[in-house]
């Protein structure tokens, strides 16, 4: 878990600031966490634990992605993972209980859903295919949420929309080293900070089961 990986085309070396690109782009999620912050405030569900957590798992992400391209060691690498990976089970089933009104239990088959997904098209022969698995729960979400006329449906889909150009950007950044040093992995900080923040947005909004706007605070799923 300590020893040094060079996984990316902007890494020339072993250092702290090898990685600048990399690096310094995953502001896009600090910034994406605080203008979801402002919306929930204004919103009044700050202290919504189905906005809070995926919320916090966002910051999550990019504090554990700035240490992965700053440290290139395992343990970064497992952090970055594990912290997004978190975030987007946590939005999913946070949606499947405020969107779709889904009792605790019965939620939890939209991130076992997300988990499957991942592992079956994590085989591909594509860096980070697993990625995928996301990707084919965002549409499925997004096209349940539309067939009953939730407003959450068009955050979801634009989020779905923006991760397929950052998906091939994460994809080729190994690919293009000798034509573009610095690669293209700082491309994927920057749309997934934004992927992610068009999936929470909904949360942030305080949208409930049927509902189009603002609610009165916390929200109500089904019990």
Excluded: K
């Amino acid at each position: 878990m300590n020893e040094f990986v060079d996984a990316y085309c902007e890494r020339t070396a072993y250092g702290f600031w090898n990685e600048p690109l990399n690096a310094v782009t995953n502001l896009a999620f600090i910034i994406a966490a605080i203008w979801l912050w402002r919306i929930a405030g204004r919103r009044g569900v700050r202290s919504d634990p189905y906005f809070l957590i995926p919320a916090a798992l966002l910051v999550a992400t990019g504090i554990g992605s700035f240490l992965w391209h700053t440290t290139a060691q395992g343990w970064g690498g497992a952090l970055d993972t594990a912290a997004l990976s978190l975030c987007l089970l946590a939005t999913v089933y946070a949606g499947a209980r405020r969107w779709l009104g889904m009792r605790w239990y019965t939620a939890l088959v939209w991130p076992a859903f997300m988990i499957a997904a991942a592992v079956a098209l994590g085989r591909l022969p594509v860096p980070g295919a697993f990625y995928l698995g996301p990707f084919v729960t965002g549409l499925a979400l997004s096209f349940w949420l539309w067939r009953r006329g939730h407003p959450a449906w068009g955050w979801i889909a634009a989020a779905v929309a923006v991760f397929v150009p950052s998906f091939i950007f994460r994809s080729i950044d190994e690919r293009l080293c000798d034509l573009w040093p610095v690669g293209t992995h700082f491309l994927w900080h920057i749309l997934n900070g934004a992927v992610l923040g068009l999936a929470i947005a909904p949360l942030a909004r305080g949208l409930t089961r049927g509902e189009g706007g603002h609610n009165d605070g916390a929200g109500r799923a089904d019990r």
